[in-house]
């Protein structure tokens, strides 16, 4: 895997988002960008693009919403980017199998209901923050990452900017359900 330095992910993601709040927004989130461990989210897959892809839109659109009703912007900015990052892949990826398979260890263990990934990976996402990113550690960045799931994990966020994370979050994933479901209907019209 290549590893793209700041500036590259800078140009590359300025094309992408197209907002007079990218550069603000940029610099709270550089240094998680540019680290190694984060960018192998490049070949996790998530739904119908990868976790990078998806943690920056997340990223990105906490923070914008966060600007328009004064939540904390920095907050929402770290923990968008964050919120899926555990450790282990939850789907298969050739990229990644290709990279270090160690990432993959978990795909083929029989787990019960409430060990799958939808219960446990936002707590892994918190754990492993904190092991990589722990000069970030801040209480309402952890809970933002931890009860991202709600309701599927039944607490709630405590604080405004997890709400806007846990919003944000299933606003993405509902909209890529949406389409690969669109999908599947367009490849078996007897469905």
């Known amino acids: 895997m290549e590893f793209l330095t700041k500036d590259e ?23 998680i ?20 892809n998806h943690s920056i839109e997340v990223s990105f659109k906490s923070y914008k919403l966060a600007n328009k009703i004064y939540a904390d912007e920095r907050v ?28 993959l260890e978990n795909l083929n263990k029989k787990l019960p209901l409430l060990k799958k990934h939808g219960f446990v990976h936002a707590r892994e996402a918190k754990n492993n923050y904190l092991k990589y990113f722990s000069e970030y550690e801040d209480k309402r960045i952890s809970n933002s990452i931890l009860r991202h799931m ?13 709400w806007i994370i846990t919003f944000i979050d299933k606003f993405t994933s509902i909209r890529d359900t949406k389409y690969i479901i669109s999908v599947l209907l367009s490849k078996n019209k007897n469905f």
Do not use: M
Not at 33 to 42: A, G, Y
Not at 76 to 103: R, T, V
């Open 9 to 31: 992910i800078k140009k590359e993601l300025k094309i992408q988002i197209d907002d007079p709040l990218f550069d603000d927004w940029f610099i709270i989130v550089e240094d």
């Open 33 to 52: 960008l540019v680290n190694k461990e984060f960018q192998v989210r490049k070949l996790f897959k998530h739904h119908t693009k990868s976790v990078w």
């Open 76 to 103: 929402c900015a770290i923990a968008g980017l964050l919120h899926d990052f555990y450790p282990y892949a939850w789907q298969y990826s050739d990229e990644l199998n290709n990279y270090d398979s160690k990432y």
């Open 150 to 162: 709600f309701p599927l994990n039944i607490i709630p966020p405590r604080y405004l900017e997890g």
